[in-house]
């Protein structure tokens, strides 16, 4: 089922227990990034803030929409106990299948118009989110539309966005990211400016996709609407050439400015660190500001492990890598990039049928575009679940041998986030990476060599297991 938008799908998440409304008034300033934090770290409902100091009733903001795999089944109709690997596995079929838009004459994210030099993003209750921040943040879980110069590529992506004065906003721009390669590559090289539309809730699908790697050249709604497996109905911008969801709860559009930097951050992020410093940054000026009547801001509150970034960046780095794998024709039975890790370390459960292919396999995946987030690859046997934390650090300090098992890789790309980089990798993008190869040498006589495993799945004949599950309760066990 693909939801209207984002007040249907709240609705839902509080029939599942996953959502709870906040009637007590909360502060954008540090107060609501406080208690959607430890939401987190309790790992409690989703807060909807029903009153926000200082701005209108019926103004409000709403956290945690995607901060476990729980919420991301509900996102796409499934149901909320759905393990990881079949979420990973739906995705991927529905991928095969984009669907086109739908443009619409209007919506209602569109029911109040305030057009610049009137308009203020202070008319919305964007969050001071963490303590030391370098301002209040409106853009942390929604997506930005921009079109590439040359062709009639829209790219949707998640890009933070920082307020500076009432009409502009800074982001974190990489050269690497589709956004990037169109500002920095084409638009700024000529000095034009280059429109954005910021759309804020909705179907909570759409931020997904918008977070997932489609591919250069392909956009995102169309991913939307194959994830939805409705299209996506768009409405024409104000003031802009871009379509934006009609059933956004608030748009936001205007231009980035070519050779136009401020200073930008610093912003406590993903990694669960305050890492890149305070720097001049690109700034874009905005020309209107649409929304719903009583708009809902979603927003994040990112830092250590597991929140919504850790979540939807996780999958999509396992989608991604799984992808590339089995394109390359690699024998591999499950990948997890894990969330506890924001998504640094990938697992990989294989069926080697060659010696270092654990090596292989890490050098495809540090390929492909979601390597860069990527400097820790661990490739175990298939009878470990890759995400199954237990399984994968039994294998890695039982199976991968502390000389030959590791090997590291110098010279290599990263990101500039990635905490352990020193100011020189992070201003150049460079980083290293290591694989720990955790099975067993083919080379290895199996019947007097490599130890049988000691599991109720592995040791015991299939008579006595399905003798003790068919008894379990009456052991007295509940589950």
């Not at 039975?333 to 890490?362: C, D, L, R, W």
């Not at 540090?366 to 294998?395: E, R």
Request: proline content about 7%.
């Amino acid at each position: 089922m693909a939801y209207k938008d984002l007040r249907e799908y709240v609705s839902t998440l509080e029939r599942e227990g996953e959502a709870i409304r906040v009637g007590q008034e909360v502060d954008w300033d540090k107060e609501a990034g406080a208690i959607l934090r430890r939401s987190y770290e309790l790992k409690a409902p989703a807060p909807l803030f029903e009153k926000v100091r200082g701005y209108p009733e019926g103004y409000r903001l709403f956290g945690g929409a995607a901060a476990n795999y729980r919420r991301v089944a509900l996102t796409l109709g499934l149901a909320a106990d759905t393990p990881f690997q079949e979420i990973v596995e739906e995705i991927e079929r529905r991928w095969r299948e984009p669907l086109k838009p739908v443009l619409v004459k209007d919506g209602p994210c569109q029911e109040v118009v305030s057009l610049a030099p009137e308009a203020s993003l202070f008319s919305l209750p964007a969050p001071m989110i963490h303590e030391g921040d370098g301002g209040r943040f409106l853009g942390t879980w929604h997506l930005v539309a921009t079109k590439d110069l040359d062709s009639s590529w829209v790219n949707w992506g998640m890009y933070r966005l920082m307020l500076h004065d009432r009409l502009h906003m800074g982001t974190q721009m990489n050269a690497f990211q589709h956004i990037g390669i169109m500002f920095m590559r084409k638009y700024e090289p000529r000095n034009l400016e280059m429109e954005f539309a910021a759309a804020f809730g909705g179907d909570p699908v759409l931020t997904i996709a918008a977070v997932l790697d489609y591919g250069l050249g392909n956009s995102e709604v169309d991913l939307a609407g194959a994830l939805r497996r409705e299209p996506v109905q768009l409405v024409p911008c104000k003031t802009v050439d871009l379509a934006v969801p009609a059933e956004a709860e608030i748009v936001v559009e205007g231009k980035f400015l070519p050779g136009v930097r401020l200073d930008e951050g610093p912003f406590g992020e993903y990694t669960g660190y305050r890492t890149a410093p305070r720097a001049p940054r690109p700034v874009c000026r905005v020309t209107a500001i649409t929304h719903r009547h009583d708009p809902i801001l979603p927003m994040a509150s990112l830092g250590i492990p597991v929140d919504d970034g850790h979540i939807v960046l996780t999958l999509s780095h396992s989608l991604a890598i799984q992808q590339h794998l089995r394109s390359m024709g690699f024998p591999f039975k499950g990948v997890f990039a894990v969330p506890e890790t924001a998504g640094h370390m990938a697992v990989v459960s294989i069926e080697p049928n060659y010696s270092n292919m654990a090596t292989q396999i890490a050098c495809a995946i540090w390929s492909c575009k979601a390597g860069v987030f990527i400097p820790y690859v661990v490739v175990v046997d298939s009878d470990v679940d890759p995400t199954n934390m237990g399984q994968v650090l039994h294998a890695i300090t039982t199976k991968c041998h502390p000389a030959r098992g590791i090997r590291v890789m110098d010279h290599s790309v990263g990101h500039p986030l990635i905490p352990f980089l020193n100011q020189e990798e992070r201003l150049w993008g460079q980083s290293a990476n290591v694989v720990f190869d955790c099975t067993w040498p083919l080379d290895w006589p199996r019947e007097t060599v490599v130890p049988p495993r000691m599991s109720f799945e592995n040791v015991y004949s299939k008579e006595i297991k399905d003798k003790v599950l068919a008894n379990w309760r009456n052991y007295g066990y509940k589950e």
